[in-house]
């Protein structure tokens, strides 16, 4: 089981990198965030295994939390009209540049909220992004997410062949506006 011989080498990495801020900087391109890769079936060992580190120094935020409570929000009726009218082109449900609150705007509300009470955010449950038009790109380049005070940690349960990342083990995926533990 990788888990067992990974994850200790992981967490002093993610621990290094958090402490190193300007560093980390430096080598994401000005970027501010730590991707975090798993294999994706082990998700829940390294969430756990996380809480209990960084229980008093961090705040878990839960994608899948985050979209129930976008569907919530207007109702499930209501948002399954709103989708079948935007499906071929889910960004505009989920991260649009109009003013309503979007899924992609909760996100960031979120991240913002962990950094006021002088904690990490770490982003986990990922895998709710895909089809919704959101990558990890999107959130790394936002402009609160670069000007943090602490660096962004995104949970990424992906696979690495070569020097390519794949999200979900099959979807390319960016690497530019962070550093990642692999």
Not at 25 to 47: C, T
Not at 59 to 87: A, M, P, R, T
Request: with cysteine.
């Amino acid at each position: 089981m990788p888990y067992i011989t990974d994850y200790q080498q992981k967490f002093a990495d993610l621990k290094f990198h958090i402490e190193h801020q300007d560093q980390l900087r430096r080598q994401a391109n000005g970027g501010n965030s730590i991707l975090f890769s798993y294999p994706s079936g082990e998700e829940h060992l390294y969430i756990e295994k996380a809480k209990e580190i960084y229980a008093d120094r961090a705040v878990f935020i839960d994608i899948s939390q985050l979209l129930v409570q976008f569907v919530d929000k207007d109702g499930w009726d209501s948002f399954q009209e709103y989708y079948n009218d935007f499906k071929n082109t889910p960004h505009l449900v989920f991260h649009s540049d109009d003013p309503s609150l979007d899924l992609f705007d909760l996100i960031i509300e979120e991240i913002e909220k962990a950094c006021q009470k002088e904690r990490i955010p770490v982003l986990v449950r990922t895998g709710c992004l895909f089809g919704t038009g959101i990558d990890n790109v999107n959130i790394m380049e936002n402009k609160v997410v670069m000007t943090l005070p602490h660096p962004l940690v995104i949970f990424y349960p992906s696979k690495i062949e070569d020097d390519n990342i794949y999200f979900l083990n099959f979807k390319p995926a960016s690497k530019y506006r962070c550093i990642l533990v692999k």
